[in-house]
């Protein structure tokens, strides 16, 4: 799954840390209660519905197998034929059953590698934030875990990609990490010296492990029917809306201007005038700006931003 912090970019500070919330160090964790007043509206149904969704994707496979295995129902004679040849993937025949069974069986222990790999890529390739390692930002790391009430401080891991500016969390069995960055990263240490915006993604992604979006069982729950396209982006995108929320009660401050620094870059974000951004915001309608956004893993920045200075309740989903 797609945890990344954006897919497109964002605008200003309108909201105080007073209407958010209270600066971090020494405020007890935040209460499920609160958690699930972050929580866009529908993020857990749209959830539910995924989770019925793949079951019964699963469940209809296996009866399929099991019915071609046996050649029993609508899978003898021909339409056995052609199950085994298109959907099972050759010739039928109890062989290819068998390798159909061992493919499904092994395919959690396939997806486990892949996970894995991906982590060993990004640990060999990365600088680890540490206590000596820009400690002003393992301390949020540690101050942020604290206050998400989770068990385990998630490993953060600073590389570049060729001037993207992202960050993203990701997981690995039973724990998840996070990686950011380099370009985007550099707003909290160059010229503009934005420690706050640095936080706020920190913020976001580590909302995304508190919510537990980033782990492996969320990702299996989901897995097939992930591949819906318009009802798995617009889960993905309510889980945005919620964390960009999380985060805002977590640092105090709106998050509008490191979305502002993904759309124009982290040299001139400080410049945009806010007001004029959120006029142009209130334009950016249409048909195909609700295709876009439909299609969209993440909301389109207009209504993400506008979400972040509403400063409370769920953001725009569809319209
Ligand atoms: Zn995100």
């Not at 099991?66 to 062989?95: H, Q, S």
């Not at 390739?125 to 009430?149: A, C, H, W």
């Not at 959120?278 to 920045?301: A, D, K, Q, W």
Request: aromatic share 10%.
């Amino acid at each position: 799954m797609d945890n990344r912090f954006s897919a497109q970019p964002a605008s200003g500070n309108m909201i105080s840390s007073d209407t958010v919330g209270l600066k971090d160090a020494g405020l007890p964790p935040f209460s499920d209660k609160e958690l699930a007043s972050f929580r866009h509206k529908a993020e857990k149904p749209l959830y539910v519905l995924m989770v019925f969704i793949n079951v019964a994707l699963i469940v209809t496979a296996i009866i399929c197998i099991i019915l071609a295995f046996y050649d029993f129902g609508p899978f003898t004679g021909e339409a056995g034929d052609w199950v085994g040849e298109r959907i099972l993937g050759g010739k039928p025949g109890a062989d290819t059953h068998i390798e159909v069974l061992a493919i499904l069986i092994m395919l959690p222990i396939i997806l486990m590698a892949v996970v894995y790999l991906y982590y060993a890529q990004y640990r060999a390739n990365s600088i680890r934030i540490t206590e000596k390692n820009f400690p002003e930002i393992y301390q949020v790391v540690e101050d942020y875990s604290k206050r998400l009430g989770l068990t385990r401080v998630p490993k953060i891991y600073l590389t570049q990609e060729n001037g993207l500016l992202n960050a993203f969390s990701a997981f690995i069995l039973r724990r998840q990490y996070i990686v950011l960055l380099t370009d985007l990263f550099e707003v909290a240490y160059l010229e503009h010296h934005d420690l706050e915006s640095m936080k706020f993604i920190i913020a976001h992604e580590m909302s995304h492990i508190r919510l537990r979006h980033a782990t492996f069982s969320y990702q299996m729950s989901i897995l097939f029917a992930n591949y819906i396209p318009i009802l798995s982006s617009a889960l993905s995108r309510a889980r945005e809306y919620s964390c960009d929320r999380v985060a805002q009660h977590l640092v105090g401050v709106s998050g509008v201007e490191p979305m502002l620094a993904l759309i124009v870059g982290k040299h001139l974000y400080k410049k945009v005038d806010v007001e004029d951004y959120v006029n142009h915001c209130r334009e950016t309608r249409g048909f195909f700006v609700f295709i876009l956004n439909l299609l969209s893993t993440h909301p389109i920045m207009p209504k993400r931003i506008q979400a972040l200075l509403k400063g409370s309740g769920s953001g725009r989903l569809l319209f």
